[in-house]
T-cell receptor, first 115, second 113 residues
Framework: AQSVTQLGSHVSVSEGALVLLRCNYS??????LFWYVQYPNQGLQLLLK??????LVKGINGFEAEFKKSETSFHLTKPSAHMSDAAEYFC?????????????FGQGTRLTINP | ETGVTQSPTHLIKTRGQQVTLRCSSQ?????VSWYQQALGQGPQFIFQ???????GRGNFPPRFSGLQFPNYSSELNVNALELDDSALYLC????????????FGQGTRLTVV
């Protein structure tokens, strides 16, 4: 079975500061890992994904994440926060459900950017 | 290339009623998955349809059912609505039922009163 834990339901940073959103996973098979962003009243947009290639993954909007198998982590970072980054962020692992490759999501982290 | 579209965007239903939500998958995608996102929670997998057949189901009761049509669009039906069914329902399509990327629609906000 697969599961995801996002540490910190709320993160607040100043504009221009480093963004770090934490995600730890559990998976019985080599994981595929994803970060999605959700703006208010909208669906989910894929930021980046890890699919067993390079451990450092670069995504859209300046975000990147590093897969660390020894720590079972996939933390999301951005060097310099922008006001437009304020949103809900979800980490997800791809797991199997009776043959269906479902996504198992964490509880989400709400990112607030202070001017 | 059109993305995943869902309809309606919002609706309000009374407890005990039935509701149908619709999803048009992205062009070229034959797999549709449905997720329920309660307020303040991450999305939860309901079920997946692949080439018109259910291909896996999450921990949801049988009153949650679905269909997929020959054009790969899909419906989610919920019978005997309960207050706890109030949530954002998300549809995601992918190019196949494997571990390919899922593209999400904007969701349908269902409120049960």
């Amino acid at each position: 079975a697969q599961s995801v834990t996002q540490l910190g339901s709320h993160v607040s940073v100043s504009e221009g500061a480093l963004v770090l959103l934490r995600c730890n996973y559990s998976s019985s098979v080599p994981p595929y890992l994803f970060w999605y962003v959700q703006y208010p009243n909208q669906g989910l947009q894929l930021l980046l994904k890890y699919t067993s290639a390079a451990t450092l993954v670069k995504g859209i909007n300046g975000f990147e994440a590093e897969f660390k198998k020894s720590e079972t982590s996939f933390h999301l970072t951005k060097p310099s926060a922008h006001m437009s980054d304020a949103a809900e962020y979800f980490c997800a692992v791809s797991g199997s459900n009776q043959g269906a490759q479902k996504l198992v999501f964490g509880q989400g982290t709400r990112l607030t950017i202070n001017p | 290339e059109t993305g995943v579209t869902q309809s309606p965007t919002h609706l309000i239903k009374t407890r005990g009623q039935q509701v149908t939500l619709r999803c048009s998958s992205q062009s070229g995608h034959n797999t549709v998955s449905w997720y329920q996102q309660a307020l303040g929670q991450g999305p939860q997998f309901i079920f997946q349809y692949y080439r018109e057949e259910e291909n896996g189901r999450g921990n949801f009761p049988p009153r949650f059912s679905g269909l997929q049509f020959p054009n790969y669009s899909s419906e989610l039906n919920v019978n005997a609505l309960e207050l706890d069914d109030s949530a954002l329902y998300l549809c995601a399509s992918s190019v196949d039922r494997g571990r390919s990327e899922a593209f999400f629609g904007q969701g349908t906000r269902l409120t049960v009163v």
